[in-house]
């Protein structure tokens, strides 16, 4: 079991203004909350604004409108003063939701060559008892590998604790691990390189449904990490390799995601002083959302990245989904490129049929966009600025509202996914218990990658998080009285700089255009997949023990 914590735990301001409420909210949803609070409290969406410009770190538990939310609103229409609602560290541990723990049996069957035969993966994992959410641990074992016969279940146990909820990568990041490290299990009984048993069993198309894959790169993943990794220079044999008293190991996995996305709204507005506005109901929760926003609204409009004024965070601005589910830039950034397309659609026709444009009597074809003006594309001389034409029509902006959403088609066509490949080398020192991760290589399929500094971030923050899960963050519940009995971070111990090594993100060139106009899949999520397993099998390379229980803690490490 692990819990949320985020720098910035949840917290409300709530306030009246006659009938009409506005909360000033850390959530990943300011749509989402405005309907959950319209819902509870009983009044129209309408008379709610929910406000969110930063979030202060959202991993899952910000997605929903937890009950903190819902009584800051009561209490302030109660003493009729606006109320502000703040969770202590503490209160992390519970109200707000948790990883839950899960308990997976996997058996795999192949053939001499080791391609499989058979898959079965069965997943417990608890619930509260007034609600049912479940951990879909097994979903990738549906579609990750080539098999001809797979078998999933998924079971619930109601407990007397809260409801879990997601959190980074919910179902893959528990799944990957118990499927990666029993592939690892058996290439190490049939004496197969733990890489080469993948690529035996490489899926060119989803097993499940036999749907094509809308864009799928992760041969060359392997083979771009495994190289700058050296795995070829790996000696297969447990516990051959040492450093000083400190035995090492190297472990590989394989990271998977699906490819979200929800409809989306988002208006582009062109001033006359030739800046844009661009508003969408979406929010930035450390990702990199306003960055990636104005950069493919500039991009589409043709004007300087700095002329770009990106409101967020809002339910009063044009609807978007959650951020949640990896989807925030492949819903969102296509609607603002429709937007700003229609936008420059629009300019282009007000030029060519104003007699004192130079573009005048221009085909709309034949006319370009870049910096802020517009030109003939076969003659440079014919041009003039965004502002100019503006200014000739009377200073009113130019607007439009663009929309995205993911065709049904397309669904039924195609199987979407991002895909990785995670090398990891570790160093055990059996004497002390102790392990440590000594540097870590990943390369990711991700289709177009929108900004490389913050997509690079945002994968690295992943694999900080999947070190965590393999080696520190335990929520210990009182089974007596089912409180956390570490519910602090004293106790509950996440990764620190020093835990954390040399991290090698790379990514494969691409673009994935079946699953949107804009060809980016999403990047929240999938860094943590993959990542406790590719630690486990590097142990198990280390010292010639598998371990199947997280975190590894000291006492296994010892044996004990």
């Not at 479940?134 to 001809?148: D, G, I, K, Q």
């Not at 996305?261 to 844009?276: F, N």
């Amino acid at each position: 079991m692990e819990s949320h914590n985020p720098l910035e735990p949840h917290a409300t301001l709530a306030v009246w203004e006659g009938d009409r409420l506005v909360v000033h909210d850390s959530t990943q949803g300011v749509a989402n909350a405005r309907k959950a609070l319209a819902r509870k409290l009983g009044i129209a969406p309408e008379k709610i604004r929910v406000v969110s410009p930063y979030v202060g770190g959202g991993f899952g538990c910000k997605g929903s409108a937890w009950s903190h939310v819902v009584l800051a609103a009561m209490a302030a229409r109660q003493v009729r003063r606006p109320v502000r609602l703040a969770l202590e560290r503490t209160q992390m541990f519970g109200p707000v939701g948790y990883r839950p723990r899960t308990q997976q049996r996997i058996e795999l069957g192949a053939d001499g060559d080791g391609k499989l035969l058979a898959i079965k993966h069965d997943v417990v994992s608890p619930t509260s008892t007034f609600e049912d959410w479940s951990e879909s641990s097994a979903l990738l074992t549906r579609m990750l590998y080539a098999c001809p016969n797979v078998g999933t279940t998924h079971r619930l146990v109601k407990l007397n604790l809260g409801t879990p909820t997601f959190q980074r990568a919910p179902g893959e990041s528990t799944g990957s691990f118990a499927l990666e490290t029993a592939l690892d299990e058996l290439a190490h009984e049939a004496r197969l390189d733990p890489l080469e048993l993948r690529l035996r069993n490489y899926a060119d198309s989803e097993p499940q449904s036999g749907k094509k894959f809308s864009a799928k790169a992760l041969r060359e993943c392997y083979a771009q990490a495994a190289q700058r990794f050296g795995w070829a220079q790996r000696n297969a044999q447990p516990r051959a390799l040492r450093d000083g008293a400190v035995l090492v190991g190297q472990g590989m996995a394989t990271a998977t995601y699906p490819a979200n996305r929800q409809p989306a709204q988002a208006l582009v507005r062109l001033q006359a002083d030739g800046s844009v506005l661009v508003q969408c109901a979406t929010q930035d929760i450390g990702t990199g959302t306003y960055t990636i926003i104005a950069q493919v609204a500039a991009d589409a409009l043709g004007v300087n990245i700095e002329r770009i004024k990106v409101e967020i965070g809002d339910s009063n601005l044009p609807e978007a989904p959650v951020s949640g589910g990896s989807m925030t830039a492949a819903s969102v950034t296509p609607a603002v490129q429709e937007a700003a397309k229609q936008v420059r659609a629009k300019l282009v026709a007000m030029a060519i049929a104003d007699p004192a444009s130079p573009l005048h009597g221009l085909d709309a074809g034949a006319v370009d966009s870049s910096a802020g003006w517009l030109q003939a594309r076969d003659d440079a001389g014919k041009r003039e600025p965004h502002g100019a034409i503006l200014a000739r029509a009377g200073g009113a902006p130019v607007e439009a509202c663009g929309e995205s959403k993911l065709a049904d088609e397309t669904k039924k066509q195609y199987s979407m996914h991002s895909f990785g490949a995670v090398f990891a080398e570790v160093g055990v020192d059996e004497a002390l218990g102790q392990a440590r991760v000594r540097r870590v290589v990943a390369t990711y399929d991700v289709g177009r990658v929108l900004n490389a500094k913050t997509a690079r971030s945002q994968l690295i923050g992943g694999i900080v998080w999947g070190i965590g899960m393999a080696l520190h963050e335990h929520t210990l519940v009182d089974p007596h009285s089912g409180r956390v009995a570490n519910a602090n971070l004293a106790q509950y111990h996440v990764p620190v700089n020093a835990d954390i090594p040399d991290i090698d993100v790379t990514f494969v060139e691409g673009s994935d255009d079946i699953f949107n106009p804009v060809g980016a899949r999403g990047i929240g999520e999938i860094g943590i997949t993959g990542v406790a397993a590719a630690i486990g099998n590097a142990i198990f390379h280390a010292t010639g023990r598998r371990l199947r229980d997280l975190p590894f803690t000291v006492e296994q490490l010892l044996g004990a």
